[in-house]
């Protein structure tokens, strides 16, 4: 049965439809993949918060001409009560969800250096107004507020011990973070599940809706948690593939506070998603967070 939210968006693209299918795993918008008459297939997203269209259209159109990523056909700005959706092209590929090799990990390096290789004039993100570039310019002030905007989500969901361990470790390791680089285009979500690959390898990168401008040592949390942390050889392979590239930050110096900020960030993410739908998602996190701040 179609959402009525889809039924809108499907009048206002005027598709020769045969089939449309829902696209699981999808965790900030709806997703459908839609077959034509024509034997193609287009994605319809409809995000769950409209800046997320505007930021995701724009980067999308900034990459088109040169990274493996969906090319923009249309999109619908919404309305009063539609938060509007962006027609995609279809990468022949399946998510990277099954074992990587060395081989693999190469090409998942390569292609997310190329992205980082993408420079902007300020840190910031793009919402339906435009570019908004973060307060007084300052990456380590928008990580900082962020973290306590993370953990004020978090006060009814872990102890209070958990929370006075977590400022007092967040202190210990933001001081001693490296100078921060860029501003270069950061996914925020690169993970196995938006990389797609077919028998050559990595085909493309999808879910450009949370990227911006900021400083890549971000964007490395869900690669080192997702892939070198269970696949052994993957992080050298992948590092001589993002080499070849582009020179890599200092890992040792920046993975151990961002894998403790992405698990704070988890469990806010958990508290306003809702602890029910994603249970096992929940108590992953809050057991990472345990173990990175004894």
Known sequence: MQSIQLQNVLEQFNLNIITIENVPKSFSSEVY????TNNENVYIKIPFIKDKLFREYTILKKLESGLPVPRALDYWTGDETNNGALLLTEIKGSPCTNEVDARLAYQIGL????HHEVSFHSYGYEEQNGFQILAKNDWRLYIKNLFYQYLDQCEDLITNELIEKSENHFSKLFTALP??????????DFRPGNILINEKGVAGIIDFESARAGSTEIDFTKINRDIWGRYPGTRDAYIAGYEKVRPIID???????????????SIAWCSRRGIEKHKDFFYDSVSILRTVVK
Do not use: C, T
Request: aromatic share 12%; hydrophobic share 45%; charged share 15%.
């Open 33 to 36: 993949k839609i077959g034509l």
């Open 251 to 265: 890992l040792e110096r920046i993975l151990p506070f961002y894998s403790f900020f992405d698990a704070v960030g």
């Open 111 to 114: 292609n997310h250096a190329m």
């Open 179 to 188: 100078q921060p680089d860029g501003p270069s285009l950061v996914h925020l």
